[in-house]
């Protein structure tokens, strides 16, 4: 008899519209959510113990008389850069957007310093806490200006080392379509070989740079899903 | 470093460039936040030595290192029965933040609240008793550079059993021993970890005057010292009597022809020696001013840690002469001053 009328009335959830369905899981997050709120989340948020100060170098430029040091906040709390140490000597500064910076937040650093070229060179930046956060200059040499003509020269160096070999390598072609099987199998051989130690080498370089960015921005995961991203872009327009 | 090694040239370069802290300074107020000419300079060489953003909050820190050099603490005096003069001095240890370079702060452990402690002053053969309270979180001791019994040595380990020793947070103890040998000592924290309780703060000088005295003088206190504010086990920050370059802002004044009496206490950690050097005159030594007699005429000095002596001096001519540390490096992290001469 039960078993009868379950067969005629359909469970609950299956006279349920779908979307109510999709809501249950979506309105049992809010209420947690406001319930973690109300309870004034415990265990998130007040963090014991001192302040953790984190700043990345992002940029460095040196000019006659000067370095300037770009800083960026990667780390959780605001970091107040109080006085500059360079090669162990106090240093006169200032900071484009203050000497506080918060989360994320940047400002560049302005040092007049007589750098010799070739020198190396220790900054420290001491916080308002005592804490030291140190960058290294290993071999002081002046920056490059910005300029059209600098754009220039870097395009024209490009077309050097990525369009003239690629160009005249493709002069090769008419003695390859003459030769036989087994020398076409050591020139693709030699290629390939080639092709997998500048994968590698660029790779490397990229993770290298990747670890230098600030850590929030994740450098090293954007170089391999970028070369994976590149991969599938190549594989989609072949 | 090319610019500031050379000290010499640096202070031919201050007389050069004016320096606003210096008024303030001879107007007898404070040197403000605007008195630093040098913040954001740039060109060939370091014009000043001096920190960026003005100076230090000496209101907050309860002491000024102008104040200092004057200071001696003299404590309650009373002639017992014998005859004999009995000396009686309190010192508490508390945990304080002070701020020793603009901005940068540091959590010192002191005695009555300053760093250094006070200078205590008495004369050879008195009857001291030193009360020592500790209202610090951490147990702390003061050993006395000087001549007692053991249990008055201020050592854990040593002296539990009448109530010395290590002195818990809360407890106290009450040092006594006869004023000897006259000359200048110092005391400072024995607990270990010994390097620690000493560069947070723990030490003062101890001046025991000879029967006799000595002869009239615009006496100073000059206690050298350091601070690691990033505990790496080396300092971040040089000077005397705590504020870095605070008497490139505030010079020493001093009388034209007056003699001149230094009493230079080395309190430094993690480096092993310190020095003092003069510009444009020399000086008597005083090897831990143990005798009456000098042992050289010089303008420089060294002491190694925990080291100190009396320096006597007289000033012919007006203006302002550089004192500092002949370390370069200290001398660049804050260890140098001026003397301003008035006529």
Known sequence: MEARAGAERPPLVARLPAWALGLVPLSLIAGAAALLALLGAPGLGDRRGPPVEELAVERTVLRPGEIQLTVRNDGPDAVDVAQVIVNDAFVPFTASDGESVGRLGATTIDIGYPWIEGEAYEISLLTSTGGTIDHEIPVAAETPEQSSSFFALMALLGLYVGVIPVALGMLWLPFVRRISQGWIRLLIAFTVGLLTVLGVDAALEGLEIGAAAPSVFGGQALVLLGALAAYFALAGVD | ?343
């Open chain 2, 1 to 343: 470093m090319g610019g500031a090694a050379a000290a010499p040239a640096l202070a031919l370069l201050h007389e050069v460039v004016p320096h606003q802290g210096l008024h303030h300074a001879l107007s007898g107020g404070q040197a403000s936040a605007a008195g630093h000419p040098g913040h954001g300079g740039s060109g060939g060489a370091l014009a000043h030595a001096s920190f960026a953003g003005g100076t230090v909050d000496h209101r907050a820190n309860g002491f000024n290192p102008t104040e200092i050099l004057r200071d001696f603490e003299h404590g309650r005096t009373r002639r017992m029965a014998s005859g004999r003069v009995l000396r009686e001095f309190e010192l508490v240890a508390a945990d304080k933040q002070i701020e020793v370079a603009p901005g940068v702060k540091f959590d010192a452990w002191t005695y009555n609240g300053r760093v250094p402690g006070p200078t205590l002053r008495c004369r050879e053969g008195e009857l001291l008793r030193i009360r020592f309270a500790n209202a610090s979180a951490h147990p702390h001791t003061v050993h006395f550079h000087g001549i007692h019994p053991a249990h008055m040595d201020g050592v854990p380990g040593v002296g539990e059993r009448t109530g010395g020793g290590l002195i818990e947070p809360g407890q106290s103890y009450t040092y006594e021993f006869d004023a000897d040998p006259f000359g200048l000592h110092l005391y400072h924290c024995h607990v270990m970890p010994l390097e620690s309780h000493i560069s947070k703060g723990l030490y003062g000088a101890f001046v025991i005057d000879p029967r006799r005295g000595r002869p009239q003088a615009d006496e100073l206190v000059m206690v050298m010292n350091g601070f690691d504010t990033n505990f790496d086990a080396s300092n971040e920050v040089y000077a005397v009597n705590t504020v870095g370059f605070h008497y490139m802002d505030e010079p020493v004044r001093v009388r034209r022809g007056e003699l001149v009496r230094i009493y230079l206490v080395n309190t430094l950690e993690f480096d092993p020696v310190n020095s003092f050097h003069i510009h444009a005159n020399f000086f008597h030594y005083y090897p831990t001013g143990t005798s009456l007699e000098p042992t050289e005429l010089t303008a420089t000095v060294v002491q190694p840690q925990g080291q100190r002596g009396i320096l006597e001096l007289r000033f012919p001519k007006p203006g302002r002469y550089m004192f500092h540390a002949h370390v370069s490096e200290f001398a660049q992290l804050g260890w140098m001053g001026f003397f301003e001469v008035l006529a």
